[in-house]
T-cell receptor
Framework: DVKVTQSSRYLVKRTGEKVFLECVQDMDHENMFWYRQDPGLGLRLIYFSYDVKMKEKGDIPEGYSVSREKKERFSLILESASTNQTSMYLC?????????FGPGTRLTVT | GDSVTQMEGPVTLSEEAFLTINCTYTATGYPSLFWYVQYPGEGLQLLLKATKADDKGSNKGFEATYRKETTSFHLEKGSVQVSDSAVYFCALRLYSGAGSYQLTFGKGTKLSVIP
């Protein structure tokens, strides 16, 4: 079975902190994705990566950056967390077709 | 641009009732279509998919048929169970270059099944 793990299920941070969300997949997938999920808005793509050190902006990249130094790991970085970044963050990986999702990190910024 | 519209919830049904969740899409070209399910406290799981017109995806008693003429991919189940309570997302797949595909999701429909 494909496994996508995320470093934390729940996270509470203060406004202005730098926040790292980590995602690891064990299937040697080329592509990895970060989404945020908000009630009434569904899933929105923040960034994706199709290879090591490659990244592409999704629909809502503002306030976020990403890092992919190794194929299995894709990190989402909030440079200076703000309250409007309180959300559920979902990581996914894929090889061409099906995306496999991690369990999500619920981030609260106070 | 490409988009997915699905019926707004929440939807509440009694056990063994018939379920339909409507999904329509707008896309250039010929997308593949998916239904994902998210159980409480979990990430999304692929429920079923269809890659071309008139294909029927099915899994766990759920079905959806890719209708190009109506640009629809409605999810159906003949008899729902309490364990089907979840949020359901319709999605289409777009090619984003460099061998990579993106998914565009609908906003999700929350289903609650009561005994």
């Amino acid at each position: 079975d494909v496994k996508v793990t995320q470093s934390s299920r729940y996270l509470v941070k203060r406004t202005g902190e730098k926040v790292f969300l980590e995602c690891v997949q064990d299937m040697d997938h080329e592509n990895m994705f970060w989404y945020r999920q908000d009630p009434g808005l569904g899933l929105r793509l923040i960034y994706f990566s199709y290879d090591v050190k490659m990244k592409e902006k999704g629909d809502i990249p503002e306030g976020y950056s990403v890092s992919r130094e190794k194929k299995e790991r894709f990190s989402l970085i909030l440079e200076s967390a703000s309250t409007n970044q309180t959300s559920m963050y979902l990581c996914a990986s894929s090889y061409l077709y099906e995306q496999y999702f991690g369990p999500g990190t619920r981030l609260t910024v106070t | 641009g490409d988009s997915v519209t699905q019926m707004e919830g929440p939807v509440t049904l009694s056990e063994e009732a018939f379920l339909t969740i409507n999904c329509t899409y707008t896309a250039t070209g010929y997308p593949s279509l998916f239904w994902y399910v998210q159980y409480p406290g979990e990430g999304l799981q692929l429920l079923l998919k269809a890659t071309k017109a008139d294909d029927k995806g099915s899994n766990k008693g759920f079905e959806a048929t890719y209708r190009k003429e109506t640009t629809s991919f409605h999810l159906e189940k003949g008899s729902v169970q309490v364990s089907d309570s979840a949020v359901y997302f319709c999605a289409l797949r777009l090619y984003s270059g460099a061998g990579s595909y993106q998914l565009t999701f609908g906003k999700g429909t929350k289903l609650s099944v009561i005994p």
